[in-house]
């Protein structure tokens, strides 16, 4: 099983961009797919949920920026980042996970990405 995210890159502060990860080796269509980020001298943190009925969920810092959609016949799941900040300056892993896990905790999740940076220049 892997999950292969992609789409990160440098960005002026206010530009967009769009993430992908597909997965391999099993489909996830009855799990929930998310990201996180990891800053500079920070820790993981949730950054986006969708469920497998579609359900979503965000973090604040990113609610009414970014969004997270699925395509279950692709399985692959994106999210579009835009009004980018600095701040939002992390490497972004994508995640799989069962329902009924903590949905913003690494912990909920058993599949994981190798990461995308995304670098936002102000």
């Known amino acids: 099983v892997q999950l292969q995210a992609f789409g990160g890159g440098l960005v002026q502060a206010g530009g967009s961009l769009r993430l992908s990860c597909a997965a391999s080796?099993?489909?996830?269509?009855?799990?929930?797919l998310g990201w996180f980020r990891q800053g500079p001298g920070k820790e993981r943190e949730f950054v986006s949920r969708v469920s497998w009925t579609g359900s979503t969920y965000y973090a604040d810092s990113v609610k009414g920026r970014f969004t997270i959609s699925r395509d279950n016949a692709k399985n692959t799941v994106y999210l579009q980042m835009d009004s980018l900040k600095p701040e939002d300056t992390a490497v972004y892993y994508c995640?799989?996970?069962?329902?009924?896990?903590?949905?913003?905790?690494?912990?909920?999740?058993?599949?994981w990405g190798q990461g995308t940076l995304v670098t936002v220049s102000s």
């Open positions: 995640a799989a996970g069962p329902p009924g896990r903590p949905w913003s905790r690494a912990t909920g999740y058993d599949y």
């Open positions: 080796g099993r489909t996830f269509s009855d799990y929930a």
